[in-house]
């Protein structure tokens, strides 16, 4: 199935791009900031989000990979 179809999968792809993109603008802050607005400001929103709410984020990104590691 596609990850648009599947609740799970999709929230695992959202996760997964904000979590790289958080990553992204630490290593080059450059590359995601020029690109504030427009579709590309979409990977700039999801880096603010990583970085403003890493403890949440990290939380999902632990219970998304038990709950595809034991209960899948």
């Not at 959202?14 to 990977?43: M, V």
């Not at 989000?49 to 709950?67: N, Q």
């Amino acid at each position: 199935q596609s990850a648009i179809f599947n609740f799970q999968s999709l929230l695992t792809v959202i996760l997964l791009l904000i979590c790289t993109c958080a990553y992204l603008r630490a290593l080059a802050p450059s590359l995601l900031d020029r690109n504030k607005t427009g579709l590309l400001g979409i990977f700039w929103k999801c880096a603010r989000i990583g970085e403003r709410k890493s403890p949440w984020v990290a939380c999902c990104c632990v219970i998304m990979a038990f709950s595809i590691l034991f209960l899948q």
